[in-house]
């Protein structure tokens, strides 16, 4: 049996930053080391800057997307064009979108894709709330920019059915997706190709 390298609140700190997405064990254990050895200008405010943030967020009421106030900033935003309504997997897709600056819509999070593999159906994901959001408003159009994955697909085939009875327009997201991509890991001008090549189902 392998001795531990540390003692064991620095393994615990390592097998945390390990669980973080783009980690696996040697880049915690370097970043690990690295806030260790930086503790007054890096370790310090990184558990303060957690500490608060864990203590403010909330879900948005409204459009699932996370803020500290609720409804969120971009829900609260008069200027923002209520006839067009955003559906996206998760909120890094509304970063990415915003980041772009391509789209001044509302938005509707998901919280995930269909998946039977998985165990998501349609009651674990916020479809209900985006059908009531999108019923009985003349001229609405719902924007499904939902990853070109198998999921994804067949989650905007299901949405595209469910949504026909509210009468709204439903466009989903065009060229400039590739097959496979997620949208949190695209370029602006990719997203923003994919906005203005955008068309009916």
């Known amino acids: 049996m ?4 540390s003692g064991p609140e ?4 390592v097998q945390a930053l390990g669980k973080l997405p783009g980690f696996g064990p040697r880049s915690a254990r370097r970043a690990a080391l690295a806030l260790i050895k930086r503790r007054e200008t890096l370790l310090d405010p990184l558990i303060g800057a957690m500490r608060e943030a864990a203590a403010a967020i909330k879900v948005c009421s409204v459009c699932g997307h996370i803020d500290t106030t609720d409804p ?6 008069q200027r923002r064009d209520d006839a067009q309504l955003c559906v996206v997997e998760d909120v890094g897709d509304i970063w990415a979108l915003e980041r772009a600056g391509v789209y001044r819509g509302r938005y509707h999070v998901l919280g995930g894709t269909l998946s039977a593999l998985d165990g998501r159906g349609p009651e674990t994901l916020s479809i209900a709330a985006l ?3 999108a019923s009985g408003k003349p001229g609405l159009e719902v924007v499904l920019a939902l990853s070109a ?8 085939h299901y949405l595209t059915e ?11 997201l065009g060229h400039g997706v590739p ?6 890991y695209l ?11 955008r068309r009916p189902l």
């Open 179 to 184: 097959i496979g991509g997620e949208l949190g």
């Open 72 to 77: 969120c900033g971009l829900c609260a935003d």
């Open 162 to 172: 469910r949504l026909a009875a509210t009468g709204a327009t439903v466009t989903r």
């Open 131 to 133: 059908l009531d959001r």
């Open 10 to 13: 620095i393994e615990r700190l």
């Open 149 to 156: 994955t198998v999921e994804g697909q067949a989650t905007a």
């Open 187 to 197: 370029d602006e001008g990719t997203l923003a190709a994919a906005f203005k090549a």
């Open 2 to 5: 392998k001795a531990a390298l």
